[in-house]
């Protein structure tokens, strides 16, 4: 059992930046693929970026290209995201999730979640 807890959502306005943060405990979270999903009201969860076990790979959603940017600290048993030109449609709440199986895209392919962080920026 993997438990995930993000930290550093918030307001900021459009293109401000934020560091949002995913601490793990339970399991072994280096040996885990990692990602970061988000969710805006009333629209499907999505998946914005992921990362190896390792963090020598990275895979990014085609609208944070650029702007996000993910890595990880496996002694420190957390993952981070860096997200920077922020834009009103990056408002969500963002979750992160393990995956034991290598950088899924769809969230069924994810064991652990989060209980989510809200990122609101605003115009």
């Known amino acids: 059992q993997v438990q995930l807890v993000e930290s550093g959502g918030g307001l900021v306005q459009a293109g401000g930046s934020l560091r949002l943060s995913c601490t793990a405990s339970g399991g072994t979270f280096g040996t885990y693929a990692m990602g970061w999903f988000r969710q805006a009201p009333g629209k499907e969860r999505v998946f914005v970026a992921g990362?190896?076990?390792?963090?020598?790979?990275?895979q990014y959603a085609d609208s944070v290209k650029g702007r996000f940017t993910i890595s990880r600290d496996n002694a420190k048993k957390t993952m981070y995201l860096q997200m920077n030109s922020l834009k009103p449609e990056d408002t969500a709440v963002y979750y992160c999730a393990a995956d034991p199986s290598g950088i899924g895209y769809a969230p069924k392919e994810y064991d652990y979640w989060g209980q989510g962080t809200q990122v609101t920026v605003s115009s």
């Open positions: 990362i190896s076990w390792r963090g020598g790979r990275t």
